[in-house]
């Protein structure tokens, strides 16, 4: 599945492979009991962020594996995006610094 990633003016197309999707559960899994302990959000700290926070999350974590230049890492969290929220065809990462304006692209 493509996953596109806009930063700007800039768009980053990731494929994104069913396997990941379907064979990561046991790391998306992970993902969501650590942030079952709250999580700072940009500036907010969240007791307990719903699935489009958790989305919000992942896609930061993209973001700065994009400027590291992380392709694997940018595609898992890809991947949880897509297997938490099924109709997100990409996101739209604010690039002032708040992850709680990240926006999901839904078809």
């Not at 493509?2 to 999707?21: G, H, K, L």
């Not at 699935?51 to 595609?75: F, G, P, V, W």
Request: charged fraction near 25%; hydrophobic fraction near 45%; charge should be negative.
């Amino acid at each position: 599945m493509r996953f596109n990633v806009m930063i700007d003016d800039q768009t980053y197309p990731f494929e994104v492979p069913q396997f990941i999707i379907d064979e990561a559960e046991e790391f998306f899994a992970k993902l969501d009991l650590d942030m079952d302990g709250g999580y700072q959000m940009s500036r907010t700290w969240v007791d307990n962020p719903d699935r489009m926070m958790r989305c919000q999350i992942a896609a930061d974590k993209i973001l700065d594996a994009i400027h590291r230049e992380n392709q694997q890492l940018s595609i898992m969290m890809a991947a949880y995006i897509i297997s938490r929220m099924p109709n997100a065809t990409g996101v739209r990462l604010s690039s002032e610094g708040d992850m709680l304006e990240h926006e999901l692209i839904l078809s």
